[in-house]
Each structure stands twice: as C-alpha cells, then as structure tokens.
C-alpha cells in the first residue's frame, strides 16, 4: 500500500532552518513535458543555512 502526505504513519521531521530563495523566474511556455505537452518552467536557487 503506498502512502501520500497527510496520511496517518509517516514520520515527521521538523527543525529550525533558514533557507535563502534568490534568482526565481518563471518561464512561460519554456519546457515540454514527457507527454509532449508544452508547460511553463518554475526556477529559483535555494541556499539552505544552519
């Protein structure tokens, strides 16, 4: 049986962390899906902190 987020049994793990987000686009109409379908592209850089 597999599980989804938000289902009872999965471990939860939960910390203080800071994550800076920097250079995030969105490309319209940038990139094809495996379906052939033409999506847009979501990209951004993430720097993650202690």
Request: aromatic share 10%.
């Amino acid at each position: 049986m597999q599980k989804h987020l938000g289902e009872q049994d999965l471990p939860v793990f939960a910390y203080d962390i800071t994550v800076n987000i920097a250079n995030g686009k969105i490309l319209l109409g940038a990139a094809t899906s495996s379906g052939g379908n033409v999506t847009d592209s979501i990209y951004f850089q993430a720097e993650f902190l202690r």
